[in-house]
């Protein structure tokens, strides 16, 4: 756990030191121009509520269509939790999303805040802060290729992650080493997004996105242990540690009224690795994972 940890730490940060080179380029250049004074600004603030700040965004109910497990290739259909809800400079709260790295709910706190203005060119911000994500478990029952795999409880992850905006584009990493759920399993996810607006009521996002995981985090979810192949049938697995997926999204919101909206998700994975050579993926199952979501959320 400790080295899972180590590692969470070093990632966090080579990420937030790479993400936030922009910032320093963008500094450097005004500074050798002679134009650091004029029309260009650096701030850099803690995460607090703001008198000035208010709660936005919006939160629903989705109908999802995924696979009945991770690699699996049948499909099912299940209730989801929209949200989307944002503290300008403070906090963040989001729902389920077709990207099953996202978890079922995470949020985030923006510790730090590192802001860069000028007159050229978009307002550039680097938030920083810890993580928390919740991702629901897996039951035997939900797919035949599961039978004597046992269940896999739902788990809290708690890390760090660190954002990049810059006007209608994004890139995030976290990193988050599960803390409940009995396993020392660690994810850590990449994303970058565009996201901009086809008239005023209609607003569309698209997005790449890539996952790494430690060995527990790949043996707990696609590995297959000797008591496991032993009650289940399957040949035995051991997963290692690596990439687990990479995969790309569409996300759509549509204003029906001042306070609806309809929102819409596909999404397309590709699993690597020792999650596409496990046995219940290679085996009996697909290493292509579609998902998409479509439900009704309140704006506020």
Do not use: C
Not at 69 to 77: A, F, I, K, P, T
């Amino acid at each position: 756990m400790k080295k899972s940890i180590e590692f969470v730490a070093n990632t966090t940060i080579a990420a937030a030191i790479l993400i936030a080179a922009p910032l320093a380029v963008a500094q450097a250049e005004g500074a050798s121009n002679g134009t650091g004074q004029s029309g260009q600004s650096i701030g850099i603030g803690i995460g607090l509520p703001s008198s000035a700040g208010r709660f936005s965004g919006l939160i629903g109910i989705g109908l999802g269509v995924a696979p009945d497990y991770e690699g699996s290739d049948r499909y099912g259909l299940t209730a989801l939790p929209l949200a989307d809800i944002r503290y300008p400079g403070f906090l963040f709260i989001k729902g389920a999303s077709v990207n099953p790295n996202d978890g079922l709910v995470s949020a985030g706190w923006n510790l730090l805040n590192v802001t860069y203005a000028s007159g050229s060119g978009p307002r550039v911000r680097l938030s920083l802060g810890p993580f928390v994500r919740y991702r629901s478990g897996r039951d035997q029952d939900d797919n035949d290729a599961l039978k004597g795999l046992g269940d896999i409880d739902g788990s809290v992850s708690l890390g760090g992650f660190a954002e990049l905006t810059a006007g209608p584009w994004s890139m995030e990493v976290n990193a988050a080493p599960e803390v409940t759920g009995g396993s020392d399993g660690v994810l850590v996810a990449f994303g970058a997004r565009y996201t901009t607006k086809l008239s005023k009521d209609f607003d569309v996002s698209l997005g790449v996105s890539a996952s790494w995981a430690n060995k527990d985090y790949m043996q707990g979810t696609f590995g297959v242990s000797a008591t496991q192949a032993a009650r289940s049938g399957l040949a035995r697995f051991n997963a290692s540690a690596g990439f687990k997926d990479v995969g790309a999204d569409i996300r759509t919101s549509y204003a029906l009224s001042e306070s609806f909206s309809l929102v819409g998700q596909v999404g397309y994975r590709r699993l690597l690795g020792s999650a596409d050579d496990s046995p219940i993926v290679n085996g009996t199952g697909s290493p292509h994972q579609f998902r998409a979501i479509v439900g009704i959320a309140v704006r506020f």
